[in-house]
Every structure is written in structure tokens, then in C-alpha cells.
């Protein structure tokens, strides 16, 4: 069949990919974001290559002579990165960018893999190797929200399913129904210190999915860091949307959230 090539962005999720794709049997080849990629990755892929993150010409000549015939995009990578120059940016990736009326997510994405497809590599759904963490509809936590929580967290999943659409942002932070921050280019951590520093009385946080959720690209990705970010500014609640999300660090995180009475709830 080939092997998979690993486009790794940052956090443990490429290293978790890894190696559930190889338990399954597959040869998996990591294709390495440099100041991106998390290098103990090296050690749990057949093999590995690094790359600048805008040298695309040089990663599909060595996925090909590799014999990669299957992609998949795992892990965080900040959308800033696509607005600092085009310094170290290749023709191939100009190209794409060029053709583009905006630098949404998607936009991008669909035209590397249209890109991709033409030198045969199928850019591939990662989450059937991920099923143990992706988490189903119930609370997690010792306790559910509270009556005045769930009502924020409706309110928080509606403007956020908003945002989506419009490819802003997956996570929205709410207090009595008002918005306190949303996520933008920043990331869900800095969206969530931004919330902690306006509001001193605690609110609740909702990430979700796109409507139209390809999972090939950008699923939401919650981890330890997330959680630590709404211990420090005072968050109550989180609630993730089931069967498209990526929950890593599973145990940590409802541990931790238990000792500090935030409630989590996959909806």
C-alpha cells in the first residue's frame, strides 16, 4: 500500500498518530516542520525528514522518491506563521498562496492537497487511527455543569459554530451569555488568557467543529496545555463538540480539572 507520510506540527499528537499507524502495521515517514515539529518524533517513525516550513517542492520530491503514497496533517500549526513574509517560501508554496483570494485554513489546505494529488499522494482522514482519543457525547469530570454553565455553554457553542463557518476561529469564551473572547490567528490558549484577563469571575469555554468538518484538516485539538490555560484565568466549564475532536492527554486533564472544580462535557 505504501507508506504514510507524517506532516508534523507541533505537540504529541504526530508522535501519538505514529505509533498507532504502526501498531496497525503501516510504514510511517515523518516529514518534519523545522522550529515546528517536535524532534523526539525521529525516534517513532520509520523514518524521518526535516523541511523548512515553506519548502513544499523539496518535501514532494522526497515523499515521492520515498514511495509516500498517503499524507496525513497532524498537530498544531500557528496560522501566523502565514503572515510573516514570504522569506524561505518556495515556488510551489507561492503558487498555492498565490492563487488563493484569502489565507483561511482551508484554503490552503485543499490546494497543497490538490497539489499533493497530482503527484499521486492522497491526503487521508488521520482519525481512524485516533478512535481512543476521540472522545463521545457525556461529562467527563466529577461534575456537570451548572445550570447557569450550561446555559453559557449553549449560548458559546452557537456563536461558535458561527465562527467556524466562517473559518475565524473554534473556540469562543462566554460569561452570562456575553462574549468575552474568541479565537482568532492567536491559537485557543491565548484566546482563553485573553478571557481570564477581562473577567475576574470565571465563564465558560466551547471548541468546536466546522460544520462541514473535514477531518483531513484542522480538527480541534484540546491537550494538557489547554487545560492548564483555563486553570490560570479562572475558566468554570469546557465543553468539546463528540466525534470531532482530538482529546490527547486525556487522564491529566480530567484529573486536573477535578482538583480544581471545572466541569468538562463533550456535547
Known amino acids: 500500500m505504501g507508506s504514510i507520510g507524517l506532516v508534523a506540527g507541533a505537540g504529541k499528537l504526530p508522535i501519538i498518530f505514529a505509533d498507532l499507524a504502526r501498531k496497525k502495521g503501516e510504514k510511517v515517514i ?58 524561505g517560501i518556495d515556488k510551489d508554496t507561492k503558487l498555492i498562496l498565490g492563487k488563493l483570494t484569502d489565507k483561511k485554513d482551508y484554503s490552503i489546505l485543499n490546494e497543497a492537497s490538490k497539489l499533493l ?52 476561529g473554534q473556540t469562543v469564551c462566554v460569561k452570562n451569555k456575553t462574549v468575552i473572547a474568541s479565537e482568532a490567528v492567536e491559537g485557543t490558549d491565548a484566546a482563553v488568557e485573553r ?21 483531513r484538516f484542522d480538527v480541534p485539538l484540546v491537550g494538557l496545555e489547554t487545560m492548564e490555560a483555563l486553570v490560570k484565568a479562572g475558566a468554570t466549564a469546557l465543553a468539546l463538540e463528540s466525534g470531532k475532536t482530538f482529546l490527547i492527554d486525556r487522564e491529566e486533564i480530567i484529573s486536573l480539572a477535578d482538583s480544581r472544580n471545572i466541569a468538562i462535557t463533550v456535547i
Open 30 to 87: 515523518g516529514i518534519g516542520l523545522k522550529d515546528v515539529t517536535d524532534p523526539a518524533l525521529e525516534t517513532h517513525v520509520d523514518k524521518f525528514m526535516w523541511f523548512e516550513l515553506g519548502a513544499l517542492q523539496k518535501a514532494i520530491f522526497a515523499a515521492v522518491a520515498a514511495r509516500i503514497n498517503r499524507i496525513v496533517l497532524v498537530g498544531k500549526l500557528r496560522k501566523d506563521l502565514f503572515f510573516k513574509g514570504d522569506a
Open 117 to 168: 494529488g497530482k503527484f499521486g499522494m492522497e491526503v487521508i482522514d488521520p482519525s481512524p487511527f485516533l478512535g481512543d482519543i476521540i472522545p463521545q457525547r457525556g461529562v467527563l469530570t466529577k461534575r456537570a455543569p451548572t445550570g447557569a454553565e450550561a446555559e453559557d455553554i449553549r449560548y458559546a457553542v452557537e456563536i461558535a459554530r458561527e465562527l467556524t463557518r466562517l473559518d475565524i
Open 195 to 215: 478571557a481570564g484577563s477581562l473577567s475576574s469571575q470565571g465563564f465558560v469555554v466551547a471548541k468546536v467543529a466546522r460544520p462541514d468538518q473535514d477531518m
